[in-house]
C-alpha cells in the first residue's frame, strides 16, 4: 500500500498519478491527509500527557524517598486525571490509525510515468511485435477441437468431476504439461532464480501482503473452515516467504522460481473468448520473482520482459508486449508488461504472462526492508512475472503447430516430452 508520509507530503502527484488509473474514489486522498492530521495531533498529546506522567511518577517517588509523604499523595491525586486522559486518548488514537489504514488500503499503486492515461485493454500500447502468424493448414482448428480429436484434453470429463474450467489433460496432453513445467523451471534456474516449493493455501496475512486482500477476495477460493485461501498464483506464496523480514542490500537482487497449481474463480466471465484453455478456474504456472533495490527495479523489470521472450521465442511462438494504460493495470502494480501469443485459429491474441514491478507497495504491506552499509533499513521493490502460464501456452502450440497429419512439438520440448507430434 502507499505510505501515508508520501501522500501527505505529495498530494497533487498522487491525485495526478490516480487520475492516469480513472480511480474513481480520490477524495479518499484527503481524507487519509485529515484523519493523519488528527492522528499525528493526538500522539503528540499523548506523548506530551505521557511525559508528564513519567514525570510526576518520578517526583512522586522522590518525594516518598525524601520522607515528603503528604507532598507526595498531593501529587498522586493529581496524576490521576492523567491516567485517564492518557487512557481517552489512546483509544481515540487507536480509532484514527484504524480508520486510517482502512482508506490507505482502498488506494491502488501510483502508475509508473511512462504509463499512459487509459480506461481498456484496447489503449495498451505495444512496444514490440515479434514473428509472423504461423501458417496452417486449410480449416484449421481451434485448440477445443484439436484437444478432442487426438484425445488429449477432456473438458466434460472435468465438468464431472468438479464443474467447468476444470479440464483433464490426458496421455500425451498430460505429457506435454509436465514438459513445459520442467522446460520452465529449467530456464529459470538457469538465469539464477532458486527454485522454490511452496504451500497452495495461503492465510489472510499472506492475501493482504502481496495485495489480492481486500481487492480480490471474491476471485479467490475460501477455505472458510481453516479461512485459508487458495493460492491464484505462486507470486503470492513467495512473496511472502520475505514478510517481516529485513535482508542485506548486498543480497539483492533475490531472485526465486515456483511451480504450483493457481486457482481463480473468474467470477462473471463467460462467453466464446473463455472457451476452451482461454480461461480456466485451475491452472499451471511456472512464477519468477524478484526483490531488487529501488534503484534498479526498472532494469530489472526490463531484464524479466526480456527473460519471459525469450522463452516465447524458443517455443517458435509469434507474440507482442503490451505496456499496460493506467486503466488495465492490476491493483498492486507500478508498471506492468504483457505478453500476447497469436491463436492463428481464433485469430485473436491470448495473454500468456504479465510482468509487473510493484514498487514499494508490496513492500511496505510486507514490513519487507533491506538494510544497506550505513544501517538504515529501507523498503526494497518487489516484481513477479509469468514464466509461463501454461493454458494458453498450450492453446498455442497446438493451435500454431497442427498440421494435417497432427501436431508438431516445438523442437526445444521434443526431450522434454519423449515425442515430437501428436497423432
Known amino acids: 500500500m502507499l505510505q501515508v508520509n508520501y501522500i501527505r507530503e505529495n498530494r497533487e502527484k498522487v491525485l495526478e498519478r490516480l487520475s492516469i488509473r480513472n480511480f474513481k474514489l480520490p477524495e479518499l486522498v484527503d481524507e487519509i491527509i485529515k484523519i493523519d492530521e488528527d492522528r499525528r495531533q493526538t500522539q503528540t498529546s499523548l506523548d506530551s500527557l505521557s511525559a508528564e506522567a513519567n514525570a510526576a511518577a518520578k ?28 487512557k481517552n486518548l489512546t483509544e ?10 482502512n482508506l490507505v488500503v482502498q488506494l491502488p499503486n501510483l502508475p509508473y510515468d511512462l504509463v499512459a492515461k487509459g480506461s481498456t485493454a484496447e489503449e495498451n500500447e505495444v512496444v514490440y511485435l515479434h514473428g509472423a502468424p504461423a501458417a496452417l493448414p486449410t480449416k484449421a482448428l481451434p485448440h477445443w477441437e484439436l484437444a478432442a480429436k487426438y484425445d488429449i484434453i477432456d473438458f466434460e470429463l472435468g465438468v464431472k468431476i468438479t464443474g467447468a474450467g476444470f479440464p483433464v489433460y490426458k496421455g500425451k496432453g498430460a505429457r506435454l504439461q509436465r514438459a513445459l513445467i520442467n522446460f520452465f523451471l529449467d530456464h529459470a534456474t538457469a538465469a539464477g532464480y532458486k527454485e522454490m516449493q511452496v504451500p497452495h493455501l495461503v492465510n489472510a496475512a499472506s492475501g493482504f501482503g502481496t495485495g489480492q486482500l481486500p481487492d480480490k477476495e471474491g476471485q479467490m477460493y475460501h477455505s472458510t473452515v481453516d479461512d485459508l485461501y487458495l ?26 522460481t515456483a511451480y504450483t497449481p493457481c486457482f481463480r474463480r473468474e467470477a462473471g466471465s463467460y462467453g466464446a473468448h473463455v472457451r476452451g484453455l ?54 498492486t502494480s507500478a508498471m506492468t508488461y504483457d505478453m500476447e501469443v497469436w491463436s492463428a485459429a481464433q485469430e485473436r491474441w491470448l495473454e500468456v504472462s504479465s510482468v509487473s514491478n510493484f514498487e514499494t507497495y508490496q513492500a511496505n504491506r ?58
Open 59 to 86: 517526583q512522586i517517588g522522590d518525594l516518598m524517598r525524601a520522607g515528603k509523604k503528604d507532598e507526595a499523595e498531593a501529587l498522586k491525586a493529581q496524576t490521576t486525571s492523567h491516567k485517564e486522559n492518557i
Open 92 to 101: 481515540k488514537l487507536t480509532e484514527l490509525e484504524i480508520a486510517q489504514f
Open 231 to 256: 493460492i491464484p498464483t505462486a507470486e503470492v506464496p513467495v512473496t511472502n516467504l520475505y514478510r517481516d523480514v529485513i535482508v542485506k542490500e548486498e543480497d539483492l537482487p533475490i531472485k526465486n
Open 278 to 331: 482461454n480461461r480456466l478456474h485451475q491452472f499451471d504456472k511456472v512464477e519468477v520473482v524478484q526483490i531488487t533495490h529501488p534503484d534498479k527495479s526498472y532494469e530489472t523489470l526490463e531484464d524479466m520482459s526480456q527473460y519471459v521472450q525469450s522463452l516465447l521465442q524458443e517455443l517458435g511462438l509469434h507474440y507482442r508486449v503490451l505496456r499496460l494504460c493506467g486503466g488495465d493495470m492490476g491493483f
Open 366 to 423: 510486507l514490513k519487507l526492508r533491506y538494510k544497506g552499509r550505513e544501517g538504515k533499513a529501507q523498503l526494497a521493490h518487489t516484481l513477479n512475472g509469468s514464466a509461463l502460464a501454461l493454458p494458453r501456452i498450450v492453446a498455442s502450440i497446438l493451435e500454431n503447430y497442427q498440421t494435417e497429419n497432427g501436431i508438431k512439438i516445438p523442437e526445444v520440448l521434443v526431450k522434454y516430452t519423449g515425442f515430437d507430434m501428436i497423432d
